[in-house]
């Protein structure tokens, strides 16, 4: 198995599970993601998804290029075309996936690991975290989910990462913007179980809209992204949440 999967308490936790390549993905650990996604979409009693690499060494290096599919001869084109509409997993993530997802980064995020930690919605690092996109060192450019590294870091950040190549550690990329929380690497879980707690006391609901808006934010103009969000709000009394838990958060003790 290549990928560990379980739930517990409303919280999906997968695990890229490849330690002995630094949990890089290979075909076979592509397929077995896209079928994660699409049965976590349709459960309603996950609300958040933690997504992790096995071991200390790599969150994921990347893709398997050694042996990318069992095949010595699926390789460069044929291998993005095998690959594809997933992406390492990651565009499922940020296209079509409508839970929180927190990139829980132990060690090595480079490539296309990196790629897939920046298709999910928040990312906590261990401060012995080190990130990178290494493509172009292979003579090969970052492609896929790289496009989403401008809106999080800038298009001179980017350009720094991509056509340099060389990686940067946890607090560079916590000051970048690339992640959003790093910590001690002892105290890594206790940084994801604070994360975690604090999504599960919003309302799920509202959650799944939010993530959905955001998206559509990042690619609308302005007053198109006005009108999905008004929109949104009517959908989510639909919901139920509103009525259920405005009256608590306004009548708490101050």
Request: aromatic share 6%; proline share 5%; with cysteine.
């Amino acid at each position: 198995m290549t990928v560990r999967f379980e739930v517990a308490d409303h919280v999906a936790t997968v695990t890229i599970a490849r330690p002995d390549v630094m949990n890089a993905i290979d075909l076979a650990t592509e397929a077995e993601l896209q079928r994660i996604w699409s049965e976590l979409e349709q459960r309603r009693d996950v609300r958040v998804i933690v997504l992790t690499g096995d071991g200390e060494r790599a969150f994921c290096v990347g893709a398997d290029m050694k042996k990318p599919s069992g095949s010595p001869t699926l390789k460069g084109v044929d291998y993005w075309a095998a690959a594809r509409p997933g992406g390492f997993g990651g565009i499922a993530l940020r296209e079509t996936l409508n839970i929180p997802v927190i990139a829980r980064v132990n060690g090595y995020a480079l490539g296309a690991g990196l790629e897939v930690a920046a298709a999910c919605d928040l990312r906590v690092a261990s401060s012995n975290a080190v990130f990178g996109m290494p493509e172009v060192k292979v003579g090969i450019p970052s492609v896929v989910e790289a496009a989403l590294l401008p809106g999080l870091i800038g298009w001179g950040r980017t350009r720094e990462l991509l056509l340099f190549a060389e990686n940067i550690d946890a607090p560079t990329a916590l000051a970048w913007g690339l992640v959003d929380k790093v910590a001690p690497a002892d105290g890594l879980d206790d940084a994801v179980e604070h994360t975690v707690k604090a999504l599960l006391e919003c309302g799920p609901e509202a959650l799944r809209i939010q993530k959905e808006l955001c998206r559509g934010w990042e690619e609308l103009p302005l007053s198109e992204s006005v009108n999905a969000s008004v929109g949104a709000f009517g959908k989510s009394f639909l919901t139920g949440e509103p009525q259920r838990m405005m009256g608590g958060f306004l009548n708490r003790k101050r």
